[in-house]
DNA sequence: TGGCAATACTG
DNA sequence: CAGTAT
DNA sequence: GCCA
């Protein structure tokens, strides 16, 4: 057990050539690393050889447009295009709340271009600067033009509507998405006291209810104080139920931001000693009902014997704190690092390093990357493959040749 | 012009 | 299956 | 919305 030591490493590994022009901000970045976060994140990473990889559909490694690829962000350093990124992220809230599907590809698409110029150091000042940026084409680069020039986005003053703040209040609810915020929308509804005061008509499910219920404190961020108390806290427990069981706090607390969302943990167990975590996640969902830490239950794992489960809930630092939304994923020991990934994200790096893994002919979820997966013609997966790496985080980035990064560099701010 | 990550739960 | 969530 |  090393702590949070996965340690750096070459640029790449397996076959494929990533080039990296900016190798030294890596460095820079490795230099400033090993903070607070680190002494709570335990993180095994056993130096296992690394299996080869399949036959690659890519001769060279994809040129650009993968994040999981780029340098880090640099820290700290006040972004020159703040303002453009503000923008854009008030347009990316709109289309957000909006039902259609290509709304969400646009979505997706402002992400990379939001992602790429809170890294781009320089000031941009020209349509040809916007237009290089990643995921940005002549629209964006337009849009950015005018926000340059104008310091607004017409086209976020147009859609800027009562329907649309409505909808984005509504959706704001846990277990309410576009579609039922505009349903409601379209049914006169106009508040959250409607919501309440409807709530028979418009059926409103059961956690639904939680999330009305808790929604101002739901939707505060949690100062990362108070999460590492709640993580200390829910750790205690379960080294009460298991001196073996381990737990890790991930999610954003790992990247290193000073608030989260939400707080995910992770639980699992070494079994060499030939004691799994199996049943360990409902005792442990027990005690902290108990102590007062978990309030609500919003997803309950169906089977209380699985090695892989998810639940989500409600809960806080009791006596009286606000309320939280807490995951805890327990999964495999084995599958570590593949969850660890998964769980860390962001999730635009997430996805990034998921379509580079099928890329190279491989496929990357929770458990695991895996090989020799069958794919249709239209990519769509036919069968599993045959597990290739998920112990540590270390291995899977080497097969895929991914430059080693750290928790907080996996983030696009 | 089709694809854009991959998977799980609820009603 | 549609919708929401991670 | 962008890109292969």
């Known amino acids: 057990m090393t702590l949070v030591g ?41 130096q296992d050889k690394i299996p080869e990889a399949p036959t690659s559909q890519l001769e060279k ?48 698409n402002l992400n990379k271009v939001i992602g790429d110029l809170s890294r781009v150091k320089h000031k941009i000042t020209t349509r040809a600067q916007a237009l290089k940026l990643q995921g940005s084409g002549a629209k964006t680069a337009d849009k950015i033009m005018e926000i340059i020039a104008t310091g607004e986005l017409q086209r976020i003053q147009a859609e800027d509507t009562e329907e649309y703040r409505v909808c984005k209040l509504f959706a704001g609810i846990y277990d309410v998405g576009a579609k039922r915020a505009h349903q409601w929308y379209g049914m006169g509804l106009r508040t959250l006291e409607d919501v309440e005061k409807h709530k028979e008509e418009i059926r409103l499910t059961r956690n ?25 806290k829910i750790r205690e427990t379960a080294m009460t139920l298991d001196g073996n069981a381990t737990v890790y706090i991930m999610g954003s607390y790992r990247r290193g931001e000073q608030t989260c969302g939400d707080i995910d943990l992770l639980l699992t167990r070494d079994p060499t000693d030939g004691i799994t975590h199996a049943g360990m996640l409902h005792k442990l969902l027990d005690r902290l009902h108990e102590q007062g830490i978990l309030t609500d239950d919003l997803v309950i794992p169906p089977d209380n014997r699985a090695l892989e489960q998810k639940y989500m809930g409600v809960g806080r630092l009791p006596p009286d704190g606000k309320m939280r939304r807490i995951d805890i994923l327990a999964i495999p020991y084995d599958q570590k690092g593949a969850a660890l990934i998964y769980f860390t994200g962001d999730d635009l790096f997430n996805r990034s390093i998921r379509l580079l893994a099928r890329k190279k002919g491989y496929s990357l979820n929770q458990r695991g990357l895996y090989g020799g997966v069958g794919r249709d013609t239209k990519g769509k ?18 097969v895929l040749g991914v430059p080693w990064r750290e928790p907080h560099e996996r983030r696009r701010k």
């Open 6 to 46: 996965e340690g750096r490493q070459p640029q790449h590994g397996g076959t494929e050539t990533v080039k990296d022009p900016l190798v030294e901000l890596y460095d820079e970045a490795a230099a400033e690393l090993e903070k607070e976060q680190s002494s709570l994140i335990i993180t095994d990473e056993s």
């Open 61 to 108: 490694g994809p040129a650009k447009g993968f994040a999981c690829l780029a340098p880090p962000q640099e820290e700290s350093t006040q972004n020159p295009n703040q303002y453009i990124i503000d923008k854009l992220k008030e347009l990316r809230s709109i289309y957000e709340s909006k039902q259609g599907d290509t709304d969400t590809f646009k979505v997706f």
């Open 208 to 232: 639904q209810s939680i999330g009305l219920k808790y929604y101002n404190d739901l939707q505060e961020r949690i100062p990362r104080a108070e999460a590492s108390a709640i993580f200390d």
């Open 381 to 398: 997966k036919l069968s599993e493959g045959t597990i290739i790496a998920s112990k540590t985080e270390k291995e899977i980035f080497d």
